[in-house]
């Protein structure tokens, strides 16, 4: 449902909707394919430590020692992390569109995902994300991870913005559902098509 209050602001999640996932089921599968790792340890020990990582509570390498380094390899640290930064892919179409409607429309852009430090940054950089955002409220920095409501709570605050003034652009349906439990209106991202038609639903045309 479109809000009847002018829309400010959007909150954009990154992976899935800006660029491809960071550091998914996907990349680590290759991952473990590429550097002959055991695929039930690699992913329980994964399991048991990303939230960590994603929260900002421990550094990439920290990270990587316990899930990969923990014995002796035969390939290094750097080798590893450049593989993962290497598996992000863009969305030029979806980089294109919220670019025009920041200029069009002329809203705030606040990223809010979840994403540790290093992944984060290399994918804001290397992609031209901070040509676009004004606000980061990335679980990494604010210590809270979607679906928890207060890294919502936090976006709007940062923002200084009401829900009914924002739109978020989220591809996961139980991440939608807490942000639409605020009265934050919600797009669930299936694809570039009906994203852009849902945002003209809030008079975000383009």
């Not at 863009?90 to 409607?101: H, W």
């Not at 439990?181 to 975000?204: D, R, V």
Request: charged letters at 25%; proline letters at 3%; one cysteine or more.
């Amino acid at each position: 449902m479109s809000s009847s209050k002018k829309i400010t602001t959007l909150f954009l999640d990154i992976g899935g909707v800006l660029l491809s996932n960071g550091w998914d089921r996907k990349a680590r599968k290759l991952a473990m394919e590429k550097f002959g790792l055991d695929a039930v340890e690699t992913e329980e020990r994964h399991h048991l430590t990303f939230d960590t990582y994603e929260e900002g509570k421990l550094t990439l390498d920290e990270y990587l020692h316990r899930v990969v380094f923990y014995t002796k390899r035969s390939f290094s640290p750097a080798d590893f992390r450049e593989f993962m930064f290497a598996q992000t892919e863009p969305y030029p179409d979806m980089l294109e569109l919220i670019r025009t409607i920041k200029v069009n429309h002329q809203v705030k852009i606040a990223i809010v995902n979840n994403e540790g430090r290093e992944l984060n940054e290399h994918r804001i950089h290397h992609f031209g994300i901070g040509a676009i955002a004004d606000f980061y409220i990335s679980s990494c920095f604010v210590h809270f991870r979607k679906p928890d409501a207060d890294i919502y709570k936090i976006a709007l605050d940062i923002a200084q913005v009401k829900p009914d003034e924002v739109v978020y652009i989220e591809d996961r349906n139980m991440f939608v559902d807490v942000a639409r439990g605020l009265g934050i209106n919600s797009i669930c991202h299936t694809g570039y098509e009906p994203t852009k038609a849902a945002l003209a639903t809030y008079g975000l045309s383009v």
